[in-house]
């Protein structure tokens, strides 16, 4: 039996991870694979103390800092997802898609999340080729450029928010003609001259060659399909946090987000943890899921040994 499972090599799995082994835990990390979501972008400006990094080196990066823990504390089960936790008594049994199951004292769920997709033609094959799903991430190559985006929440509006900062002019579409953003975020980006919001939007297509050079919309009231010219088109529609198998143990949000004390980052079951993007927390970038981590495995820490 473990004193930690963690779920997830992430950023914040393995910060996790590493912080559970220097305390000497015994703690297993299991993972369907290491690094995160970053690891596919090209390169990340802002992991604190490197200036610039690829995401496949930054995936590499996390995994060797946890290798150098493997030992008698910690165990590395990768290439393995889980799909069901139940709490057995005092004790949780995590069991994975190969069927293994493993028994610990507590969990930290660090599982993240992926960006809801764009539906429409041609916006998978455009991907990392002018549609981007992180603005703070690639924004800035679109600097002086006419860009586009996706989404009527508070994410895309904070969005065009950062790239009305550089962009030449950032028009947004909206599927319906009330924004979810808060209004007060709504009206500030409204007043910028460089911004446009297009509403009842139906984005039907992405043109370009090897680039994207336009974006396709139907008016949703005239029924007109219009086209126009654009580089860069960053998609705000939301994510879908990877916690399925999560229901019914802890609780979850509308969206599907892991509830958590984000002082503690406690969640309504005791002895489960979550960090990251799986989490309600506001915000979502690689240094803040290994902040979260490393606050709930302190407070996992103090928990195990108040209960021993
Ligand atoms: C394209 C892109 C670029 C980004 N660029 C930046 C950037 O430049 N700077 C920045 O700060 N942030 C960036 N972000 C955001 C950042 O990647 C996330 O905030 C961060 O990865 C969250 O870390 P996490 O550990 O919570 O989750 P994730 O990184 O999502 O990691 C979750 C881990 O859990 C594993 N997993 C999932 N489900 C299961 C399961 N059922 N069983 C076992 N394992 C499972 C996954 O394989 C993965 O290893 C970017 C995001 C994207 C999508």
């Not at 930054?58 to 995994?63: E, H, I, T």
């Not at 008698?72 to 709490?87: A, G, Q, R, S, Y």
């Not at 006419?146 to 947004?172: H, P, R, W």
Request: with cysteine.
């Amino acid at each position: 039996m473990y004193d930690l499972i963690i779920l997830g090599g992430g950023p914040a799995g393995t910060a996790a991870a590493v912080y559970a082994a220097r305390k000497q835990l015994k703690t297993a990390i299991i993972t369907s694979e290491f690094g995160g979501q970053s690891v596919v972008s090209e390169t990340i400006y802002n992991w604190i103390g490197t200036p610039e990094i690829s995401g496949n080196q930054l995936g590499s990066n996390l995994k060797t800092h946890i290798l150098y823990y493997k030992g008698p504390f910690l165990d590395i089960i990768e290439d393995e997802k889980v799909k069901e936790i139940n709490k057995i008594i005092d004790v949780f049994l995590i069991k994975t898609e190969s069927g293994k199951s493993y028994e610990s004292k507590t969990v930290i769920v660090a599982t993240g999340s992926g960006r809801r997709k764009l539906e429409a033609i041609n916006a998978d094959i455009f991907e990392h080729k002018g549609i981007t799903y992180c603005a703070s991430c690639d924004g800035p190559m679109f600097a002086d450029q006419d860009v586009l985006v996706i989404g009527g929440g508070n994410a895309a509006f904070e969005t065009s928010m950062q790239l009305l900062a550089y962009c030449k002019s950032v028009t947004l579409f909206h599927r319906s003609n009330e924004f979810r953003a808060d209004e007060i975020t709504v009206k500030k980006v409204l007043e910028n001259p460089k911004f446009k919001a297009i509403t009842n939007a139906e984005i039907l297509r992405v043109d370009g060659e090897q680039f994207v050079s336009s974006l396709t919309y139907k008016d949703k009231i005239t029924g007109t399909e219009i086209t126009l010219p654009t580089t860069g088109i960053f998609v705000e529609i939301g994510q879908i946090p990877n916690t399925d198998f999560m229901k019914g143990i802890v609780e979850i949000d509308t969206i599907g987000k892991i509830v958590v004390d984000p002082m503690t980052q406690a969640s309504s079951t005791p002895g489960i943890w979550a960090a990251g993007d799986c989490t309600n927390g506001r915000y979502h970038q690689n240094n803040i899921a290994t902040g979260d981590a490393v606050k709930a495995l302190e407070d996992t820490y103090i928990w195990i040994h108040k209960n021993k």
